[in-house]
Structures are given as C-alpha cells and as structure tokens.
C-alpha cells in the first residue's frame, strides 16, 4: 500500500498554532501517514504524539524540514506531489488520476503565502474549489475523495480511548 504524507508549508508560530495542528489532525483522522512540517514548532509534534498515544494508529511528525529539500527527495525516491491551493485544477479532473497513480503521495498544505517555486516543482496544482477557503477543509475534501470514503471506517489500533457513536450526549470509552 502507498504511503500518503502531508507537507506543512508557511506555518507562522505566533498565528497558525491551531490551525496547522487541525491539518495534521486531519490528516492523521483521515488517513495519512504522517506529516513533515516546514517550520521548527515542538508544541505542535508534542500536541499530535499526544494524540496518536491516546487514540491509536500510527502517525508520525517531523518537525523543521526543508520544504525544497522534502519534495526534491520525495520525488527522487519515485513519490509523486499534490499542491492544494485555489489555483490549481479542480479536484474532481485529477483526484481520479492521482488515485489510480501506485507511488507514494505527499500533499503539500499551504498557509498564507506558498513559495512560487512551489507551483512548478509539483506533479499537481489542485484545487477544491476557486474561492478563499480553510486549508483544514481542502485537506480533508482531498483526503475523502482520494479514499473514497474508506477512510472512515478505519480502525486505528492501540488506541486506549475511543468515542462510541450515541444519539444524545457524549461517550468516552477507555480501553
């Protein structure tokens, strides 16, 4: 099976705390491997190990790479690379193509300002939809599409809680 990773790109301490730990969140909820995030924030590794711990599966953050460097090797180990940005095609003309594709998968998630290099150094520029939106919610329409709704059923073992579905109310069961 193919690996599928998330690049982290623009993420600004002072200001994008939770959204990037939302991305890897989702990510990891929805099926990814792991995430390399292109900036130094520790709090941020901690806060996703500590979920993996508690929830199960397997997940893994590397902090402070190289976004050049990430998508350079990632291509010469024969992975290829989906940039998700508002520019891009729309994703319902690709994610077909990008599914039936065998290498491994890095989907690139950008903040505010991605490089512009970073346009041309990806197999694909994917779009959600040509309107300013959450990169949380482009993530996770991506992710949905590229599994085919697989993802949901997915169970993710050595969890030591988990939520059991309930009409009203909540509840947490320890494992």
């Not at 995430?35 to 901690?46: F, S, T």
């Not at 993996?52 to 976004?67: A, D, I, P, Q, S």
């Not at 599914?99 to 950008?110: A, S």
């Not at 993530?139 to 709704?149: E, M, T, W």
Request: contains cysteine.
């Amino acid at each position: 099976m193919r690996k599928v990773c998330i690049l982290r790109l623009g993420h600004r301490p002072e200001r994008d705390l939770r959204v990037t730990t939302h991305v890897g969140l989702t990510a990891r909820a929805l099926g990814a491997d792991g995430m390399y995030l292109a900036a130094e924030d520790h709090g941020i590794v901690d806060s996703i190990e500590d979920v993996v711990e508690r929830w199960g599966g397997e997940f893994f953050v590397e902090n402070n790479v190289k976004w050049r460097q990430c998508i350079k090797q990632w291509k010469e180990k024969g992975g290829i690379v989906a940039h998700l940005t508002m520019y891009g095609l729309e994703v319902g003309e690709v994610v077909d193509e990008v599914r039936e594709r065998p290498e491994d998968l890095l989907i690139i998630v950008g903040a505010e300002k991605v490089p512009g290099d970073v346009y041309g150094m990806v197999d694909y520029n994917v779009s959600v939809t040509n309107q300013p939106h959450s990169e949380i919610s482009s993530l996770a329409i991506f992710l949905d599409r590229l599994f085919q709704g697989q993802e949901m059923d997915h169970k993710f073992e050595g969890a030591k809680i988990r939520v059991e579905p309930c009409k009203v109310g909540k509840r947490v069961v320890e494992l």
